[in-house]
């Protein structure tokens, strides 16, 4: 991604600053009030920060990218493969030899609870789009000018190439669009129509109807995604519709649904009774219904997870190995979890 204005040239940086304007985009991004003491100046804002001084403002998904997969977090992967190499010790020592306060550990140190996330996320990143009166524009971050060690989001002043990925209808005001996820999606999508297969995906996500869902979370709770860049994990709800835009036709898409139907579609309620019916110990009965409702749960994950395949065409009409002798055209053939299973 191009940024808007390339390093060395200190003074067109801050004349660029100058004519990009600050934005308000709901309390799942920046409030923009938050104290001085609430925003502890971490080691990756201090990165971000001489960043952008140097090279000018940067793209939600490149600081998504800096804040999950950040040079000092990969060295803390490294360190968790070697320690589950030599048998998960309880007990050890991580050792960091040389000049400094030791910011460097300190940061490997949170891999150690943050590392779901970062290999959950550490590929797949957003760019925000705008509609404005000039048209749509990238949302960037940058530093606040009123406030040395704080970001803020600002809007670009001209065209960028994240723009190209929103359709000429589109009716929303606020779209994040995912290129990764597209690329992605393109590569499974021609693999599948030459040599089969199928592919799931099930995250968080809408079709196509939401528009501000990046967000952060610290400690399960919401947090503000420019504040401590580096302690918190950062995410964005899935546009499946994008997805199946990119998939072009090449291979059939079924979904999005909600998981609460893509489980009892696939027998759920039937495994339920049978694990309840096996256990005994009243201990593990009650996980199971907790198991249970947590999955199910409108109000839980039973609405908040969506999930979505990708099949061969031949999948859906039945394929020639599932002709019926007596007809001369295939029938359709039913998905598991996209439609109930009958249970003899």
Not at 11 to 30: K, T
Not at 80 to 89: D, F, L, R, V
Not at 233 to 255: C, E, H, I, N, P
Not at 299 to 323: I, S, V
Request: glycine residues 8%; proline residues 5%.
């Amino acid at each position: 991604m191009t940024v808007l204005v390339r390093s060395g040239v200190g003074p067109l940086c801050a004349l660029a600053r100058a004519a990009i304007p600050s934005i308000w985009r709901g309390n799942y991004f920046s409030s923009g009030n938050e104290a001085a003491e609430n925003n502890p100046v971490t080691p990756m804002l201090r990165h971000l920060i001489y960043k952008i001084k140097s090279t000018g403002p940067i793209t939600v998904a490149e600081y998504m990218k800096e804040v999950l997969t950040n040079p000092a977090k990969l060295l803390g992967i490294w360190f968790i493969s070697e320690w589950m190499a030599t048998g998960k010790s309880t007990a050890f020592q991580l050792v960091e030899l040389g000049p400094g306060r030791g910011t460097l550990v300190g940061d490997i140190l949170r891999v150690f609870t943050q590392l779901g996330s970062v290999l959950k996320n550490c590929d797949i990143s957003v760019h925000l789009v705008e509609k404005t009166l000039q048209g749509w524009r990238e949302v960037f971050i940058d530093i606040d000018p009123q406030v040395s060690d704080k970001l803020r989001f600002v809007l670009a002043p001209s065209a960028t190439p994240a723009e190209a990925f929103i359709q000429h209808d589109e009716t929303r005001d606020h779209v994040e669009v995912c290129p990764d996820a597209g690329v992605i999606i393109e590569e499974l999508s021609q693999r599948i129509a030459l040599t089969g297969g199928a592919a799931l995906v099930a995250d968080y996500g809408h079709d196509g109807t939401k528009t501000d869902t990046f967000r952060g979370f610290c400690g399960h709770k919401l947090h503000d995604v420019l504040i401590a860049p580096g302690t918190a994990d950062l995410t964005a709800d899935v546009d499946f519709s994008y997805l199946r835009r990119m998939a072009q036709g090449k291979v059939a898409s079924l979904g999005p649904i909600k998981q609460h139907t893509f489980l009892k579609n696939m027998g759920i309620d039937v495994r339920l009774k049978v694990l309840l019916d096996k256990s005994n110990e009243p201990s593990v009965r009650q996980q199971l219904l907790q198991g249970y409702d947590m999955l199910m749960n409108p109000k839980k994950m039973g609405e908040r997870f969506n999930f979505f395949a990708l099949l061969p065409h031949e999948r859906l009409q039945g394929g020639r190995h599932q002709r019926n002798a007596r007809q001369s055209k295939p029938f359709a053939s039913l998905v598991a979890g996209f439609s109930e299973l009958a249970w003899q």
